[in-house]
């Protein structure tokens, strides 16, 4: 204690004082008000960035939504087109399909009755001429049995036998 | 005059070194129990290891 | 980071040459004024024995060795009044010094005001405005127109010291040191303004520092709200004793903070910082300590005021004593690397030296971190906003 006491320099105690407090002063005035505040400044910066940076992403992620969301519509609606246009299709074929039987029911009816008529007309026709032929064919017949009076005369007598029955 | 005064520093300094000891091994186990309060623990642990240390100090000047 | 150590660590070692023979030949004994008494036997004064040492130079090796080694830690240890840089042996087998006077400035019934130089190492006395002044174991005394110099029992020196000033090597460091720190910081915080908030060179390593002791330091020790107030104290405390002591592990061998004057003079700003800035539940704590009983409170009271004056006083005493003891300790050592004067002990003591610096790099940061840590814990019971019933 002593020894401290002894070694204790009340000039370099004066100096170290005067120039201690003077450094801290001019330290105060020169550097450390604008580091603090620069690093204040910064920091609050970072800060601002990082709040902008999140209400960014916010917004972005609302957009994405949305976005999404009329993709989706969109695609829904293109479906729903798509579904549309295949059963317009398809009705459009089935109708056709029907139409294209019916008219060949219809075709094939009318071939059927224009047959059927050919035939009537080819069956009356064939009749006339069987008809036509077998008067043709009694005519030479009669003509053969009847070229002679003795014939003739028999088959009166024929007839008046047959008559003189009833 | 001397020697009882030395022997009596002695003294204190073996406390104080007994007490910084028990100080840093409590600390160890402190942060190996508790790994995220290792700041915490080390600032109290210097604060009060420089207390005793001025103690000691005391005594080693005041011989 | 690793390069300031390695640079640091190159000082200290450029340093081993100079350290241990630098300045031993402050007092030539031999050629001293005859009308100065000497107790040649006295064995407490190391720069006695020193003294002794240039004496019988031939004689005894060793003996002469190691007394001039605890000449040099003395020395070494010690504020001067010049400057002394280096000394070396010329061709002509003399030592040579190499440094520069500094101005001494004595308040004696008027100022004297003159430079070092004019002692010539303690060989002249000087006159200045009719006073006449000796230079005596690095210690300025006022004397007569002989230059004798009278003694007590205790070889005590008796002449009065005059009320002294001087611009010693400490102040000249003290000045030099701040004024480096000055420069750095504020051209740090032209940079800021230069480089659009974000520092550059030398400020992007100070400023995680500089964060460091406002986030770890200021805020949880003194809280949000109080701290801004003491940030300018605990940043040049800080940085002062971290360069100081930085300083003081390169070669100029200089060492302020070994000096009790200037711990002291911090010490004393912490303590009146604390006092001044203290609320009205810091007194109360200390003079009527809430929540515990009457009889109590008249026995605390002195107890806590003590209290108050031991908390400087530790923090004067551990920075001194920290760095009196490295600078002690791994003066030593270096010492014993020429007291072996052989390659197995010789080594071993530079290895152990090697090791001793790094610690001692350590120690000049920890100090200025504890110094720091105890003046914001300090401050932080002086602001704090205590309910009465806790405690």
């Known amino acids: 204690m002593e020894k401290l006491i002894s070694e204790f320099s009340i000039g370099l105690f004066f100096w170290q004082t005067v120039l201690f407090v003077g450094l801290i002063f001019l330290l105060r005035k020169f550097a450390w008000k604008p580091i603090l505040n620069a690093v204040n400044e910064r920091e609050e910066k970072i800060q601002q960035a990082l709040k902008a940076a999140e209400e960014a992403e916010k917004k972005m992620q609302a957009l994405n939504n949305e976005s999404e969301a009329l993709l989706k519509h969109a695609r829904e609606e293109r479906d729903q087109i798509l579904k549309e246009a295949r059963e317009t299709k398809e009705a459009i074929i089935s109708e056709a399909k029907t139409k294209a039987v019916a008219e060949a029911e219809k075709i094939i009816a009318q071939a059927r009755e224009t047959i059927n008529n050919e035939k009537m007309a080819a069956i009356t026709e064939l009749k006339n001429q069987v008809a036509v032929l077998s008067i043709e064919i009694a005519e030479k017949i009669l003509k053969e049995q009847l070229s002679g009076n003795d014939k003739q005369k028999a088959i009166i007598d024929n007839l008046l036998k047959e008559v003189n029955l009833n | 005059m001397e020697i009882p005064a030395i022997v009596g520093a002695g003294l204190i300094v073996i406390g104080a070194g007994m007490g910084i000891g028990k100080i840093g091994s409590s600390a160890m186990e402190a942060i190996a129990r508790q790994p995220e309060a290792t700041g915490k623990i080390q600032t109290a642990m210097l604060i009060a290891a420089a207390l005793i240390e001025g103690i000691g100090f005391a005594a080693l000047f005041a011989v | 980071m690793l390069r300031t150590i390695y640079a640091f660590l190159i000082t200290v070692f450029l340093n081993i040459p100079t350290a241990i023979f630098a300045d031993n030949h402050q007092e030539p004994a031999h050629q001293k004024d005859s009308t100065i008494t ?174 460091f002791i406002r986030d770890d330091i200021a805020i949880p020790n003194i809280g949000e709200k109080h701290y801004k107030r003491y940030m300018s104290y605990l940043l040049t405390v800080f940085f002062f004793v971290w360069v100081v002591n930085l300083f003081g592990l390169t070669p100029l061998g200089v060492n302020i903070t070994n000096n009790i004057a200037v711990t002291f003079c911090l010490a004393i700003l912490t303590y009146l910082i604390t006092t001044f800035t203290a609320n009205k539940y810091y007194w109360k704590h200390i003079f009527w300590m809430p929540g515990v009983p009457a009889p109590m409170k008249v026995v605390l009271a002195p107890i806590e005021l003590l209290g108050t004056f031991i908390k400087p006083f530790s923090l004067m005493i551990r920075l001194y004593a920290n760095i009196t003891a490295g600078h002690i300790v791994l003066m030593s050592i270096l010492g014993l690397m020429f007291v072996f004067a052989n390659w197995i002990g010789s080594s071993l003591s530079f290895i152990l030296a090697f090791v001793l610096s790094i610690l001692e790099l350590l120690v000049a940061a920890l100090q200025a971190y504890i110094f720091t840590m105890l003046s914001a814990l300090y401050f932080g019971t002086a602001v704090e906003e205590h309910h009465d019933d806790h405690h």
């Open chain 3, 38 to 211: 000497h107790n040649e036997a006295h064995e407490h004064e190391a720069a006695e024995a020193h003294h002794d040492a240039h004496g019988a130079h031939a004689e005894h090796g060793e003996l002469d060795l190691k007394a001039r080694i605890k000449a040099d830690i003395k020395h070494h240890l010690q504020d001067s009044y010049d400057f002394h840089l280096f000394s070396y042996t010329g061709s002509d087998g003399k030592e040579h010094h190499v440094g520069f006077p500094l101005p001494v400035i004595l308040i004696d019934g008027g100022l004297h005001i003159f430079m070092s130089s004019a002692f010539r190492h303690g060989e002249k006395v000087v006159e200045s405005k009719g006073n006449y002044y000796i230079l005596h174991h690095n210690k300025i005394y006022k004397t007569d127109a002989k230059g004798t110099i009278e003694y007590d029992e205790h070889h005590h020196v008796l002449n009065p010291k005059p009320l002294d000033f001087s611009i010693t090597k400490n102040v000249f460091m003290i000045i030099v040191i701040m004024s480096i720190i000055f420069i750095m910081f504020k051209n740090m915080a032209s940079s800021y303004q230069k480089n659009g908030g974000l520092p550059t060179g030398i400020g992007r390593f100070l400023e995680p520092i500089i964060l």
